[in-house]
């Protein structure tokens, strides 16, 4: 999603020489002091093809990559706290990258040390993509008839949904401050296999059965029947671009509709169907939809999705890029052409949304990162709600085909206590007496 500034950094290690990458987030918006731009690779002021910069006298870290027309990606492939410490950062502005794009530039940085340690050059592979032609491309489709369907089609999809809204803890005031934090939590083994298999059984995608049980869970938080979920998605879809630089993000948005029988395999098919549609039509810009949709926005509240729903996988033999796909949740170090690397996360502070459920997986667990906007949210909401999710995730996965609308909101210990609201009042004071009845009925219906 644009706007969003990312940065790797590859930090260091403890005294005795290690060292460490780490991947962080929530970078500055503007290059560190002291980076400097390279020749521009004449792209639509943002991206670029790709070249990392080694290099090779570490006491003079400052480098660049080459990127946009109009900027660039800046690197420090080693800026020294101590003579053994040293920080690794690839900051750049999201118009510019994505995710995938610091990976390349941070598995290139790494590999070229790798060759040069070794005695050789660092080698770095001809691109046989650009973004030039990405661009152009997109353009061709927009004009095309083609582009025109994949208007009508998104339209379509969003013509009378609201966006998914969580109830939150303060009001939305004028402008969003962008300040955010994340609540993670895992899934463990014998859950995540018993979705995989309640996905297999529907026919679908782990992911599908995920969107659908999530998109279960906000049915019931919310009360909404019909809303709308964002997906950031890759619009790398040929060999040329998988090694290019730029923001190849594209937000798909998935409409949730539910009545009172629809079941969590049913909302996994619906999920799934409109997956497969989305992926289709994902060359149509998410920030062209937003523009032509005829709702209003403002900085406060997204028009079509404030809320957004990922998975990312990271399972890969390399034991190198995995540590570097993997670098969210921090891991094992390992040592790597006389270095020891590992990586160091940094606390996420995005909020530009209400919410945003990143899940990452490996060969066995699955790790949800909820992202949220500090200004809205007390952690204390977002933990109880990840919880919720993880209830959803389990009851899914033992009946899908029970009725979302069975899903409780609450535990035995929860209900006895919100039941009992006022029962314990002694002076006879009958004031309240309505209020526990509403609460009484409300509790029953979400319970």
């Known amino acids: 999603m644009s706007g969003v500034s990312r940065r790797w950094s590859a930090g260091p290690s403890p005294p005795d020489g290690r060292l460490r990458l780490h991947p962080a987030r929530g970078a500055p918006r503007t290059a560190p002091p002291g980076a400097r731009a390279a020749a521009p690779g004449g792209a639509r002021g943002a991206g670029g093809r790709r070249r990392g910069a080694a290099p090779s006298r570490p006491e003079r870290p400052q480098r660049a990559v080459r990127a946009g027309h109009q900027g660039c990606v800046p690197v420090r492939p080693a800026a020294r706290r101590t003579p053994t410490d040293a920080v690794l950062l690839v900051a750049g502005h999201h118009i510019a990258t994505d995710a995938t794009s610091n990976w390349l530039l941070l598995r290139d940085i790494v590999h070229a040390h790798g060759r040069i340690a070794a005695g050789g050059e660092a080698g770095l592979a001809p691109v046989p993509g650009d973004y030039d032609t990405y661009v152009a491309k997109e353009a061709k489709l927009l004009a095309s008839p083609r582009g025109e369907r994949l208007a009508a089609q998104w339209h379509a999809r969003c013509d009378g949904a609201a966006p998914a809204e969580i109830p939150t803890d303060r009001p939305r005031t004028a402008h969003r401050s962008g300040v955010g934090a994340t609540h993670t939590i895992d899934l463990d083994a014998a859950l995540v296999a ?254």
């Open 194 to 447: 018993r979705l995989r298999e309640a996905a297999r059984t529907s026919g679908v995608t782990l992911f599908s059965y995920l969107l659908g049980t999530f998109q279960g869970l906000l049915h019931r938080y919310t009360r909404q029947n019909d809303f709308l979920v964002g997906c950031p998605t890759t619009t790398r879809m040929t060999p040329a671009l998988r090694e290019v630089v730029g923001n190849f993000i594209n937000t798909l948005v998935f409409r949730a509709e539910f009545g009172p029988t629809t079941t969590f395999r049913q909302a996994a098919g619906a999920a799934d169907a409109q997956v497969r549609a989305g992926i289709a039509g994902v060359g149509y810009p998410f920030s062209l939809l937003t523009r032509t949709a005829n709702r209003p926005r403002s900085s406060s509240g997204a028009s079509l999705c404030q809320i957004t729903f990922n998975m990312i996988g990271t399972a890969v033999p390399d034991p190198l890029m995995r540590l570097l796909l993997d670098s969210e949740s921090g891991g094992e170090a390992i040592e790597y052409a006389g270095l020891v690397l590992a990586p160091c996360p940094l606390p996420q502070a995005e909020g530009q949304l209400d919410l945003s459920v990143n899940i990452r997986q490996s060969a066995q667990t699955l790790s949800v990162d909820f992202r949220y906007d500090v200004d809205l949210f007390d952690p204390d909401t977002v933990r109880r709600f990840a919880g919720l999710f993880v209830r959803a995730a389990d009851r899914s996965a033992a009946d899908p085909d029970a009725p979302v609308s069975r899903l409780r909101l609450v535990d035995d210990a929860e209900l006895a206590r919100l039941m009992g609201f006022g029962a314990d009042d002694e002076d006879g004071d009958d004031t309240y007496d309505s209020v526990d009845t509403d609460v009484s009925e409300e509790v029953r219906g979400r319970a």
